[in-house]
């Protein structure tokens, strides 16, 4: 009998072990408010110009997600509907983070519905810039940015409703969707 406990506590924590990876992507950064998007340039998913992140004004909806992240993949048709519903209004920019598969996050892109920009940092050259953490710690991660490019809110959330999202940009940017 005796022989047979370290394997059950082992089994006990590898199944404990997904639950305490999702618990740490949910949460919010009070750190990252009021904080500017850094000057780091990352090039545009479909080939476009790439893209200074300190030159973006809001109010902005800035979504990291990545292809080979299921929450992601799930809320990325809910970012492209929020983008044609408020276009003009509260401009929308997701970034690719830590993919290397471009032509999966590509073909995601085009699945969902996507027509807002897109860049990708498949090297995670955003890690530790500005309101970034210095380790992303998961995915997906929202961040809402003011008129003057700061971070007004920044979350480790999956957005499961369009109401959800819009609940999140009129309690931390102002706006009246």
């Known amino acids: 009998m005796r022989g047979r406990r370290p394997w059950r506590l082992i089994a006990a ?3 404990a072990l ?3 990876s999702l618990a740490s992507c949910s949460g919010s950064s009070d750190e ?3 904080k500017q998007l850094p000057a780091v340039t990352l090039d545009s998913l479909d080939g476009g110009e ?3 992140l300190s030159t973006l004004r809001g109010p902005m909806v800035v979504n990291l ?3 080979w992240c299921g929450p992601c993949r799930q809320e990325m048709p809910i970012y492209a509907r929020f983008a044609e519903k408020y276009a003009g209004r509260v401009d929308v920019l997701g970034i690719d983070w830590n993919d290397p598969q471009r032509a999966n996050a590509v073909s995601l892109a085009e699945e969902s519905g996507v027509t807002y920009p897109l860049l990708e940092d498949p090297d995670t050259t955003i890690d530790g810039q500005g309101p970034f953490p210095a380790h992303i710690r998961g995915l997906p991660m929202i961040l809402l940015v ?3 490019g700061r971070v007004a809110h920044m979350e480790y959330v999956e957005i499961k409703s369009l109401d959800q999202l819009v609940t ?3 309690d931390n940017l102002g706006t009246a969707l």
């Open 146 to 148: 003011d008129e003057q």
């Open 13 to 15: 924590l590898l199944l």
């Open 168 to 170: 999140l940009v009129n």
């Open 50 to 52: 790439p893209v200074d």
């Open 32 to 34: 990252a408010a009021s």
């Open 18 to 20: 997904p639950l305490v």
């Open 65 to 67: 997600w990545a292809a």
